[in-house]
């Protein structure tokens, strides 16, 4: 099995929503915690949720009240809603799990330091795009 398969994403406009799939493998589903980042083109990537398998979930405050994580009790696919998009949303989204460290450790602000640094496992990435 692939261990992570996104799928989703797409062009909106400003204001506008998508979603975002994460189908995960056994294996990258029972890591503990699993995260969202996103990069432009010629910028770093970013943090955007980190999240505790069946648990709670962490946001970068730029998509606080806008994107929500769900997950569903059993059943390995997590998605990423995403509401009241705004161009500086643009960019390739990446599903990523199989923690390098605690979940604990791995908040929004450690990821952004070097999203390798907090996980090993990578989607293939889905572009989303929002124009104004």
């Known amino acids: 099995q692939v261990p992570l398969v996104q799928s989703g994403g797409g062009s909106v406009q400003d204001g506008g929503s998508l979603e975002l799939s994460c189908a995960a493998s056994q294996y990258a589903y029972s890591r503990g915690c699993m995260g969202w980042f996103r990069q432009a083109p010629g910028k770093e990537r970013e943090a955007v949720a980190v999240f505790y398998i069946g648990g709670g979930t962490h946001l970068a405050e730029s998509v606080k009240g806008r994107f929500t994580v769900s997950q569903y009790d059993g059943f390995p696919t997590v998605k990423l809603q995403m509401n009241n998009l705004k161009p500086e949303d643009t960019g390739m989204y990446y599903c990523?799990?199989?923690?390098?460290?605690?979940?604990?450790?791995?908040?929004?602000?450690?990821?952004?330091?070097?999203?390798?640094?907090?996980?090993?496992?990578w989607g293939q990435g889905t572009q989303v795009t929002v124009s104004s």
């Open positions: 990523a799990a199989d923690p390098r460290g605690p979940c604990a450790d791995l908040t929004i602000t450690y990821c952004n330091r070097g999203p390798s640094r907090c996980f090993s496992i």
